[in-house]
């Protein structure tokens, strides 16, 4: 009878949380709907990334958790200066008048992720620095491409041409090592597999160049795109390949990953909306789990095998942490409004909201802040450049 009581306890007591974090969830999410509605929420997110994320590059990477290594702090690191740059470019289309803040904030970034802290990742695993090296024939794609990536959102949005010649000379670089590589594919690091996601970030990069100088290296895009869609899409969803290995890359592309797939289907939103609006709608098709809390599997439904733990997140009921977060960005390009507000819904179940006066943010910003960071540039994602520009 005691140990009856006892259970009954503990089983109030959890229905209990249950309840208030119901309750939390509803209030936190009740404003989302539009950018107008989700307005406050929006700057102030961004108030405590730029806070957080524009610091000393040692600052910043002591930020990322230490459990993860000095390499992937450095990744993480530079995803969340890349990301924060990307929200930083969509609120100031979506909010004119923080336009000049962001141009201010992005400078920091970009000088941020210049330094030779957060360009440790990429030299180590290469053996050179890959801003000393522009004229060499190494990759070094995962650098380059996302500060070139975000040298075009400075661009975009009023910067002056301090960057210029960087941004001349890395989408050089990327645009004739990709034109020199099989099929317009290179790796990432040395002997590894060609990681699609990390490809498209110089093909967007590059397509953004083309759109502000007059159409250059749009062969390189047009090309790239020709070879993914004649021999790397997957047969059985018509998904993009997520990897690539040596004996693939001309043939089909290796299991598809939910996390991979939606920030590809982001990505392509910069380079063919027509084809990344296919993509996206294939990835429901594919990927969507819905349930009490809604987002992207990490696997295809039927798919067996083990979990990619590391890029995904810690896989729960099937779900796929990252890949539900840039999920968002598809949700929020194509107007899919009902979908992007269950995945924003599940993100909330997740991270449990902490807002200040001025400041809001994720708790689990606290152990991930790339996420926090990729989460704002999702549910903030809009076409850069208007049709005239193309």
Known sequence: MKRMKILITILAILLLIIVAKAIWVVTMTRNQGSFESEKKEILQ???????????SPKNLIDEMPSAIGAHYQGEWAIYSTSMLSTALVNTAIIYPETREEAVTAIDSLIRITMSPELRWYDASSWGEDPLE????????ISYISLLAWMISGYKTIGGDGRYDSLFDSLCEAMARRLKSSQNFNVTTFPGSTVFIPDVLVAIVALSNYAKLNGGKYRDVVDGWL??????????????????????????????????????????LTFVDEEFAGEQYELLKKSFYKKGLFTGLREKTRGSKGRYYMFDSGPVIFGLSPSGTAFGIGGATFFGDDRTRAHFLRTG??????????DSRHYLLANVALVGEAITLAMRTAIPWYDEQTD
């Open 45 to 55: 997110r961004r108030n405590y990334l730029i806070e957080k994320v524009i610091t």
């Open 133 to 140: 090296t522009l004229k060499g024939n190494n990759s070094h």
């Open 226 to 267: 020709a070879n993914m869609k004649a021999n790397h899409m997957d047969p059985k969803t018509g998904l993009i390949a997520s990897v690539l290995s040596d004996s693939q890359r001309k043939g089909k592309g290796r299991a598809l990953m939910g996390s991979y797939t939606s920030l590809s289907v982001y990505y």
């Open 348 to 357: 909330e179940w997740a991270g449990f909201t902490v807002a200040g006066k």
